[in-house]
């Protein structure tokens, strides 16, 4: 939805574009995070450009690339990068990352829940025991991140949580992810899951760094093989360690406009 903002915002006036120009950027405050987020796209006799060569493993069809770059996401709901105060510990007798970049979320290595990192949606589905497993991590890291006081009280959308491992084979993927969203398998990787990978893989000792392909990045990008195909992200650190940002690439298009009467 956040890639929809931009585009929306120049194409209804609301954010003017100068003359002549080919791209342009909206800064927008998202309200959930208290965050900024800037959209850059390109932009044609003044509109968003609704086509392009730009694909994304999951969604039909290619349009204009949308660069949404998500400003010091660090903190996003608990107010610290890793609100535990620890890069890795053990939950449930699992290792996990717990890490609040654009939304707080829990990583685990399959290898400890005895899973394979390539387990399908159908196939989480059908465990008999996985989905509970993974629910009552879920809940445990919301206590101890901060965002809820009990177990029972932890919101069903965040933290998300997420099973990471190493790519099976030699492929341009640098890690290989199966998220969950509100209880259910997600057919992709959300947006925000994503952002908070690439950012956990860029700090030594995390459950993601561990899974890496060769151990190690080369640069900020980090490719992840999800359930649909894959997706690039990248975070951006500076020389103490501190998010400035996390970005990742989009597509978007108008579908259609009216009105809606509500009573």
């Known amino acids: 939805m956040s890639a929809a903002v931009g585009p929306y915002a120049i194409d209804s006036g609301l954010v003017p574009v100068p003359p002549g120009a080919e791209n342009a950027t909206v800064r927008i405050h998202n309200t959930n995070t208290g965050k900024a ?3 850059g796209f390109p932009v044609v006799n003044g509109e968003a450009s609704a086509y392009g060569d730009f694909g994304i493993d999951g969604v039909a069809g290619t349009a204009a690339k949308i660069e949404l770059k998500f400003i010091d996401p660090a903190g996003s ?3 610290k990068l890793f609100p535990t105060g620890a890069v890795t510990e ?3 007798g699992v290792q996990a990352t717990c890490i609040d970049a654009g939304n707080p979320c829990c990583f685990l290595q399959a290898v400890d829940l005895g899973v394979a990192g390539t387990i399908t949606p159908q196939q989480i589905e ?3 025991t996985l989905s509970a497993k993974l629910e009552a991590i ?3 890291a919301g206590v101890k991140m ?3 006081e009990t177990e029972s009280n932890v919101p069903g959308s965040v933290p998300k949580i997420a099973i990471v491992s190493p790519p099976a084979d030699m492929t341009a993927d640098n890690v290989v992810i199966r998220a969950m969203s509100v209880g259910q398998p997600h057919k992709s990787i959300p947006v925000t899951v994503a952002l908070a990978a690439a950012s956990a893989a860029n700090v030594a000792g995390s459950v993601v760094a561990k899974c890496l392909a060769g151990g190690s990045l080369v640069g900020s990008e980090v ?3 999800h359930a649909s195909g894959s997706l690039v992200v990248a975070a951006d ?3 103490v360690g501190t998010l400035r940002s996390a970005t990742v690439f989009r597509t978007a298009r108008r579908l259609m406009e009216g009105r809606v009467f509500w009573k």
């Open 37 to 39: 987020i800037e959209a």
């Open 77 to 79: 709901k608990t107010g």
């Open 90 to 92: 053990e939950i449930d």
């Open 126 to 128: 059908d465990h008999p």
């Open 138 to 140: 879920r809940r445990k």
């Open 146 to 148: 901060g965002i809820a």
């Open 223 to 225: 490719t992840i093989n």
């Open 237 to 239: 650190f500076d020389a």
